[in-house]
């Protein structure tokens, strides 16, 4: 899973088995409705790989995921608008730590890095979370993936990135928390209407009228 722009989105996975019997619902992207659970599938996403894990990257807007069979896999990224794939980097042979059979299906974004854990599976022993540097276009130094004592046990498939929280702002209007809410703030406002994210200052998940209010009863150099 991950989530992305107000959204959550889910990789489907359904076995050939079940596919010809149409049991289950088929493989692909879906979005999930976090009110009621249903899922409804990404038609733009269609000709999508099986996706084994993915995450948002807040600093670029992509979602970034791994795909591809046991010791021959991708990292793919795609915008959440008109869902088109690129491939960012093949996985060399390195980072499966010399594991036959192995696949990652944890993604982690963050720091302008993706980390790759794989699942519980004691047959493979430890393997260390792979590390992709975005900027140098290239895996850098693994990560030790620590056990416990005497279990040959490492992380599950789940992996997330969290961006530390920005210290809050002394007035709710100071969208760029300058110590002021001025112009900049009102652009952030106006250039972000009906989206969300930047400019959301009630974090109702979307910028609108509210938010427009908040910044003009706060105008002026913050207390």
Known sequence: MGFGNGVLYAGVFRSAIDEGTGRGIPRGLYTINITTAVATPVSAASNFPLILGMDFNLD???MYAVVGEDNAQSIVRFDLVTFTIAE??????????????????????????VFLTTGLNSGYGNVPIAVYDLAAGAFVQSLPNPTRSAENRYYSAGATYFNPAPAPSPCLGDVN??????????????????????????SNGVVDGADLGLVLSAWGSCP
Do not use: C, H, M, R
């Open 60 to 62: 670029d807007g992509f």
């Open 177 to 202: 928390d300058d110590g002021t809410v001025d112009g900049s703030d009102l652009a952030s406002v106006v250039g972000n209407w009906g989206s969300a994210g930047v400019g959301d200052i009630d």
């Open 88 to 113: 960012v980097a093949v996985l060399p042979a390195s980072v499966y730590a010399g594991q036959v059979g192995l696949k990652f299906d944890g993604v982690a974004v963050g720091e302008g890095k």
